[in-house]
């Protein structure tokens, strides 16, 4: 397929970009969508409109190539034989708006495209913790009385949910630590993104450890 091609393509929102040079190891994915073009490496002019897929073996070889990806596209997902942490951190840190393995169903795929299509991160638990913790490097949340404020305005429950995802456990868990159902638990998550004004947990971590910094 030809640049020109590609980029003909994009006022369709809803196909999306392979950039691969194994689309063998994608077959499940093309045979079940059709709306998924496969492109050798980025090139061409900027395109904003669709989500790129780029396939990751090598990250030290291939860094420059993604580099140019992510300039090109607002939404870029990485798709990776085996995700790690400490990879999916330098990642998230380019610019990259999700992080999934090549063995993942068409469901979670397709879960995953809609997800960063509406701005927010689709990323593995254990990545999540790892940054959460990352973002945990800075003086206990409660320490001093004067690190309080950033949870004026939460219900006793948001704040102990919030605790829980600063400690970065999962829905589950935490509905396990509170007693109540991981249904109730999605509500005070939603709540906590309103009132924060963020989309994911991620970015729910750094603005509370942003409102802390200003009082430590």
């Given amino acids: 397929m030809s640049t020109a091609?590609?980029?003909?393509?994009?006022?369709?929102?809803?196909?999306?970009?392979?950039y691969t040079q194994e689309p063998r190891a994608f077959k499940k994915w093309l045979f079940l969508r059709n709306d998924i073009h496969v492109v050798p490496e980025c090139a061409?002019?900027?395109?904003?409109?669709?989500?790129a897929i780029f396939h990751l073996h090598n990250f030290t070889q291939q860094s420059q190539q993604l580099e140019?990806?992510?300039?090109?596209?607002?939404?870029?997902?990485?798709?990776?034989?085996?995700?790690?942490?400490?990879e999916g951190i330098a990642l998230?840190?380019?610019?990259?708006?999700?992080?999934?393995?090549?063995?993942?169903p068409l469901a979670t795929l397709e879960q995953a495209?809609?997800?960063?299509?509406?701005?927010?991160?689709?990323?593995g638990h254990d990545v999540m913790s790892a940054l959460i913790q990352g973002a945990q490097a800075?003086?206990?949340?409660?320490?001093?009385?004067?690190?309080?404020s950033w949870c004026c305005g939460l219900t006793a429950r948001e704040r102990e949910t919030a605790d829980a995802i600063l400690e970065g456990k999962t829905n589950k868990e935490i509905a396990e630590q509170m007693s109540i159902s991981?249904?109730?638990?999605?509500s005070h998550v939603r709540n906590l993104f309103d009132k924060f004004d963020v989309n994911?947990?991620?970015?729910?971590?750094?603005k509370i450890k942003k409102i802390i910094f200003k009082f430590l």
């Fill in 5 to 18: 091609e590609v980029h003909n393509l994009s006022a369709t929102k809803e196909h999306c970009i392979l």
């Fill in 113 to 123: 495209i809609t997800t960063v299509r509406q701005g927010n991160v689709w990323i």
């Fill in 68 to 86: 140019q990806c992510i300039r090109h596209h607002k939404w870029v997902l990485v798709v990776t034989k085996k995700s790690t942490p400490s």
């Fill in 44 to 51: 061409g002019k900027q395109d904003t409109r669709v989500v």
């Fill in 92 to 104: 998230f840190k380019m610019g990259v708006k999700g992080y999934i393995q090549a063995n993942t």
């Fill in 138 to 148: 800075t003086p206990d949340i409660k320490a001093s009385e004067n690190t309080k």
């Fill in 182 to 186: 991981e249904r109730t638990v999605k």
């Fill in 200 to 206: 994911d947990r991620l970015a729910l971590v750094l």
